[in-house]
């Protein structure tokens, strides 16, 4: 994948948020995209194991790799 298709992708999940965040709250639908693509990983996978593996690839690279810096306000929750 390409970059500008990486952005064209990342600006279209940014405007699908937009749109149907504001009836449920963004938690609600982050977990409502996250269970979609868990279960689209795993249901694409030729194997468990490889749809597992893919998960955990993009979560470490994105998700754990995330840190808040010092000064944002949601250390305080």
Request: aromatic fraction near 6%; charged fraction near 25%; charge should be negative.
């Amino acid at each position: 994948m390409t970059k500008d298709n990486e952005l064209a992708l990342h600006t279209d999940l940014c405007d699908l948020c937009e749109k149907h965040s504001g009836e449920m709250g963004v938690p609600v639908f982050v977990h409502i995209v996250t269970s979609f693509i868990t279960q689209l990983s795993m249901d694409s996978a030729p194997s468990e194991h490889l749809g597992i593996s893919v998960m955990l690839e993009a979560i470490g690279e994105n998700g754990m790799a995330y840190e808040r810096k010092e000064n944002d306000w949601r250390n305080d929750v």
